[in-house]
């Protein structure tokens, strides 16, 4: 079992930046896929970013190329979101994700574990 745990949301002006963390433990992630997505009041889940296990791997949802960046430090367990050039319409609860069988794809119905997401809020 892998338990997921989301940092660094918060309120921020648009045009700033910020850093998603997001710490597995239970076991390592080494070998799973992870991805980001958030969600918006009256709206789907949305991808967001997602990185294969060994990291040669990212994809990016349209709404966010060119402006975050997903990595991942398997030593330290962790996987984060950067984040630049925020913008109103980014304001959503981030939520991270891992699948155990490697798959880092955009299909959030793939992944098996989750956490309990963190609010990003983007302001005028």
């Known amino acids: 079992q892998v338990q997921l745990v989301e940092s660094g949301g918060g309120l921020v002006q648009a045009g700033g930046s910020l850093r998603l963390s997001c710490a597995a433990s239970g076991r390592t992630i080494i070998d799973y896929g992870m991805g980001w997505f958030r969600q918006a009041p009256g709206k789907e889940r949305e991808f967001i970013a997602s990185?294969?296990?060994?990291?040669?791997?990212?994809y990016y949802g349209n709404s966010v190329k060119g402006r975050f960046t997903i990595s991942r430090d398997n030593a330290k367990n962790t996987v984060y979101l950067q984040m630049n050039s925020l913008k109103l319409e980014d304001t959503a609860v981030y939520y991270c994700a891992a699948d155990r069988q490697g798959y880092s794809g955009s299909d959030h119905s793939r992944y098996d574990y989750w956490g309990q997401g963190t609010q990003v809020t983007v302001s005028s």
């Open positions: 990185i294969s296990w060994s990291g040669g791997g990212t």
